[in-house]
């Protein structure tokens, strides 16, 4: 048995009612002009192939001395080596261009793979949360999408240039609302209202001076000895888990070397487009939006009411 559900978020980024809550580390530059959202998945990987390992790695002891070794031997490299292949080629390729959300102009640059940029009005671009619920034996299944589409405002485009669709695999639809207010909160509100994050602009990941990829692991190990020290025994076996079931260090020192800092817009265009503005020359809602948003609010006004006398 198979459950969907789909909410249509945009257009109009009325407010969704969720906290922002950015689950996926999509946000990797922001101050009071423009946003940088980045869709570069590392964790899932790293996740997958590391688990897979240690579980073959202990098989293989088991039967080290068994006659057909041989046959596991060869599953392995075919089970594993090829994804670590293909996931080191990506790993080293260029790391994607983000997407710049520039709440003074109300625009979105959307960089392109043949080095084109569109600036696309904020207003037009589609978001959808999806989610899946898939029942059997073993529990229910569920896996939720975040779809953010942008149309080229080159009205002579080709057919195969004039969409742009992002997918953020965040578990669920909740999520996905949650990860969809960071940006819609961000343009509306401003800011102030984004969750707290890990600097991927060479802030908290430089730590004292050891560089991206250091640092990230010196962190981890640092947190293992205080929680010992501490006696907080629950907690450095919690960590210990997360280090040899997950590798969760090495997604760490990976998303330290490959975004420390994320890559930006260089473009001169693109940088004079960044620029603040004059307060007096910001662009404003259109009237459709003012009066959606307006009835929105009223309605999480009229629901948190009922919430609270139940």
Known sequence: MVCSRQDYLAPLPIPTGKKPVDVV?????NNDVFLDIGNFNLGGGVMVIWFMSLMFLVMGYYSWND???YMFGIMVIVVIGIPVVVFISNLLRPTPLPIRFNRQRREVCVPRENGEYWIVPWETVTAAATQHTSLSQA???TMGLLFIGFENPDVKASKKNKHF????NCGGNESAKSLWECIR?????GPH??????SFDGGQNNLQGRGPVWGAFYEHATRLFKHVRKGELGQALLLVL???????PLIAMLYSWKLSPPPDLDDPEIIEWSKSLPPDQWAKRSPELELAIAQREAELGINTACEVSE
């Open 25 to 29: 580390n999509m946000v990797w530059r």
């Open 67 to 69: 006659s057909l070794f």
């Open 139 to 141: 529990g229910p299944n």
């Open 165 to 168: 669709m992002w997918g953020f």
């Open 185 to 189: 909160s961000y343009m509306e509100v």
């Open 193 to 198: 209202v984004l969750p707290q994050v890990n």
């Open 242 to 248: 997360g280090i040899f079931l997950f590798g969760t």
